[in-house]
């Protein structure tokens, strides 16, 4: 875990932060250190595709720190339907007694909608009742005496939003840490442009803004990195930094995504989490299984094929 502490600005949240190794993800608890309320953002349930296997280890560690920290957790909150971890936000709702609100953006149901022909399964679309609530552009709330303002910061996937908890941003997958560039933006429903769009505006925040990302992924073995300043993304981030043309980004970005393999973790995990991380309902005898589109993304593989054969 690491752990940020609250700057002398006003409304500014403590920030502890917790590494999931497997899907280099980071997961965040942010809370107001007046009241000691508290918000928990892109929880990860862990997965094993090769055993078919979930456990709660990840969210078990949140659990601990919340409860030893004495924190009044008010939302579970993810900022986008994950294609590359579970998420455990509905687990940690139940543990928590069901008094914390689960949120996401409301473009949520348009992914539902793309998701479910993919798995051939109608079931999927339409359901906003996993959610407490669907968080539109311009929406605010506090977290004790921390303002939250959500905007919408599409590119990655088409219902991604940020959450800005007074000097500290939940830029998830837009950011990467500035030696690691930006995210990918080829799943369906992704742009390039609507990143750059996205990246231009967090960046349009004043330099000391604390910039909290969704992934990193250790380039060069360094150890797992999860935060810079606006001020540092514009200085040295290899993709975005002052001086880049969005032609240039579109074309680094739209080439380096051509290469990327599928997530391993994609097919399973957008079925569990258009469902607010909720596991498929076993049947009379117990059994829960998963669904896996054939052949949908094999122009991917191939694309990937081609440019190994280039190198």
Same mark, same amino acid.
């Given at each position: ?24 993800? =980071?997961?965040? @608890? ?24 979930? =456990? ?36 940690? *709702?139940?543990? $928590? ?13 348009? @992914? ?18 996993? =959610? ?19 905007? $919408? ?42 990143? =750059? ?43 975005? *930094? ?17 290469? $990327? ?51």
């Amino acid at each position: 875990m690491q752990f940020f502490p609250s700057s002398t600005e006003t409304g500014s949240p403590n920030v502890a932060a917790f590494y999931e190794k497997t899907t280099g993800s =980071w997961q965040y @608890v942010a809370w107001c250190p007046a009241t000691r309320a508290a918000v928990i953002i892109d929880p990860v349930l862990d997965f094993d595709p090769a055993a078919g296997a979930t =456990w709660t280890a990840s969210a078990d560690e949140i659990l601990h720190y919340v409860t030893s920290e004495g924190l009044e957790v008010e939302g579970v909150l993810d900022t986008h339907p994950h294609a590359d971890h579970f998420s455990s936000a509905a687990y940690l *709702k139940e543990k $928590l007694g069901g008094v914390p609100k689960q949120a996401i953006g409301e473009l949520v149901m348009k @992914v539902q909608e793309i998701w479910s022909d993919f798995y051939a399964d109608d079931s999927l679309n339409g359901r906003d009742d996993y =959610w407490d609530r669907l968080f539109k552009a311009g929406d605010t709330f506090k977290v004790g005496k921390c303002d939250v303002e959500v905007s $919408l910061s599409t590119g990655h996937t088409l219902a991604s939003i940020t959450y800005k908890i007074g000097d500290a941003v939940f830029a998830h997958d837009t950011f990467m840490a500035p030696d690691s560039g930006t995210s990918r933006a080829d799943f369906p429903g992704g742009s390039s442009s609507e990143l =750059w769009d996205s990246l231009q505006a967090i960046l349009a925040l004043p330099g000391q803004i604390r910039v909290f990302v969704g992934h990193d992924y250790c380039k060069g073995g360094r150890a797992e990195a999860c935060m810079a300043t606006v001020a540092e993304h514009k200085a040295s981030n290899i993709h975005v *930094k002052d001086g880049t043309t969005k032609e240039e980004f579109i074309s680094i970005r739209d080439a380096r995504d051509a290469t $990327l393999p599928l997530p391993g973790q994609m097919l399973y995990a957008l079925q569990i989490n258009i469902r607010g991380g909720r596991l498929p309902e076993p049947d009379p005898q117990g059994r829960a299984v998963l669904r896996v589109p054939l052949n949908r993304f094999a122009s991917k593989i191939a694309s990937n094929f081609e440019h190994s054969a280039r190198e």
